[in-house]
């Protein structure tokens, strides 16, 4: 794939949407550059209280600088407050106490865009200087049209919908007999022959039949199976309990662990309720490897709806409320990423 480059305020906002995968709101947006390179995205909550500022601003710095190679920064500020004239932007205070942290790590702030519900200007205008631009220009952006011609969107929010599962009762049925048969196996064998089917899947280019991903349901049921099949996703030959907590040194097949989350949404449509948290919670977890920590809540979230004794889902959710990153978004070798490139 080419890279493009970031030429003008468009350009960025457009990445970071498709990036996301949805449109930020009361929001903070950074990301690292390394000489003009594209590094890792964070998305965060702005502050919700005056006096948080430089707490909140170091613990933005300490995301930020697990991309080692970073040397500067730009970012984008989403808030419906509106810019009151003759005064500074809103959360002025947040992006001063970012500035000073930053810089004590040897990051420099190079750009800022403030985005409101309607347009987006520099973020270090002068007050009451009014050169803003309608936010619906980002659709003409160089960078949006190359991304729509990929396949890429951009949700409103980032909330999530399922597609609604389908014959619920005969499909649970279907299930519950695999698990029964799985039960029979050694542990191992049933592990083995669980690997196989995941892995002609994640190797094919269509949907696996229904009676296949019956099978495939049944095996996400036992812990044992389903930390193996997880391992499976990213195609590295290293050790799996490496593979899980994204600290490999070999880069994840970005595009074998996209499939895969295919393949889970297309089976959870063929599931029942009683079947679908360890779906819904592989499927988070992905979003997790990816850098997508919000929507990898959700789904935790809509797991334990399903189940809420779902011991998985619950643990995952809260490494995700400690700030725990991918180890693979570490590194911009191995992280998840558009091969974008700023002047």
Request: charged share 20%.
């Amino acid at each position: 794939m080419n890279a493009l480059t970031i030429k003008d305020p468009a350009d960025l906002l457009s990445f970071i949407g498709h990036t996301l995968g949805f449109w930020p709101q009361e929001s903070l947006v950074c990301i690292t550059l390394d000489k003009g390179k594209v590094g890792a995205t964070l998305r965060i909550d702005l502050p919700r209280q005056a006096g948080t500022e430089l707490p909140y601003a170091r613990t933005v710095s300490s995301y930020l600088t697990t991309d080692t190679s970073a040397t500067s920064i730009v970012f984008a500020l989403y808030t419906s407050t509106h810019c009151e004239p003759g005064q500074p932007k809103p959360h002025a205070a947040t992006i001063a106490a970012l500035t000073g942290v930053l810089a004590e790590n040897g990051i420099t702030i190079r750009d800022g865009i403030f985005v409101s519900d309607e347009t987006y200007s520099p973020y270090d205008s002068e007050p009451g200087q009014d050169i803003s631009l309608p936010l619906s220009s980002t659709e003409y952006s160089r960078v949006n049209a190359e991304f729509i011609y990929r396949g890429s969107t951009i949700e409103p929010t980032n909330r999530i919908v399922l597609p609604a599962p389908s014959q619920e009762a005969a499909q649970a049925i279907a299930v519950e007999d695999h698990m029964a048969i799985i039960r029979a196996l050694p542990p191992g064998v049933a592990a083995e022959q669980a690997s196989q089917l995941w892995s002609t899947m994640l190797e094919s280019s269509d949907f696996p039949t229904d009676e296949d991903c019956a099978a495939l349901i049944a095996n996400f049921q036992f812990p044992h199976i389903r930390d193996r099949l997880m391992a499976d996703i990213p195609g590295i030959d290293e050790l799996p309990q490496h593979i899980l907590f994204a600290q490999t040194e070999t880069a994840p097949r970005w595009s074998r662990v996209e499939w895969a989350q295919q393949l889970l949404i297309h089976a959870y449509t063929r599931t029942s309720p009683q079947h679908a948290a360890p779906i819904l919670t592989t499927i988070g977890y992905i979003n997790w490897w990816e850098g997508r920590g919000p929507k990898a809540h959700q789904y935790m979230q809509l797991a334990l709806d399903t189940d809420p004794g779902y011991r998985f889902a619950r643990l995952t959710d809260q490494m995700l409320g400690a700030g725990i990153i991918a180890g693979w978004n570490t590194n911009k070798t191995t992280a998840y990423k558009t091969n974008l490139d700023s002047p």
